[in-house]
């Protein structure tokens, strides 16, 4: 007997990928996702709450393309949010598996890119102070 895999199985299979790949950051694949409260999202990075999308292209003016879609974004950025965290939609298209994308509200980077600024000038500065 033949078994044709999931819908859900296949979308699992992309974030365990994701997991894998991005593993040296604490990426943590959530059971369940968006089927019971509690699990909201695909993947939990340190504080970013991430959800995977694998899609076949469409050919938009010849050329191969994909949708990311508002709801997606709303979605995740309501789950994030609740849980105090930066969201965020990863992706790849399903003929260039080996590519994954990301994508996030601009003033969610900003944020992120200010942690990062900040955590820097705190090391630099425990530095600093230990040489000293």
């Known amino acids: 007997i033949r078994k044709t895999p999931s819908k859900r199985k296949k979308g699992m299979e992309f974030e365990e990928k994701v997991v894998k ?10 059971p369940l996702s968006g089927g019971i409260w509690g699990f909201e999202g ?6 970013m709450l991430w959800e995977c999308k694998e899609r076949d292209e469409e050919l938009v003016g010849g050329q191969k393309s994909i949708s990311i879609k508002k709801e997606w974004h709303d979605r995740i950025k309501s789950e994030a949010l609740k849980n105090n965290k930066l969201p965020a939609i990863i992706y790849r298209y399903k003929s260039f598996p080996d ?6 509200e601009f003033n969610h980077l900003l944020e ?4 990062i600024k900040t955590l820097t000038e705190e090391n630099e500065k425990l530095k600093k102070l230990l040489e000293g």
């Not at 790949?21 to 959530?30: D, F, G, H, I, V």
């Not at 695909?42 to 504080?47: H, W």
């Not at 590519?99 to 996030?104: C, L, V």
């Open 21 to 30: 790949e991005y593993n040296n950051y604490m990426a943590q694949r959530k």
């Open 42 to 47: 695909d993947i939990a990075v340190i504080n």
């Open 99 to 104: 590519e994954i994308y990301f994508s996030m």
């Open 112 to 115: 992120l890119l200010y942690r």
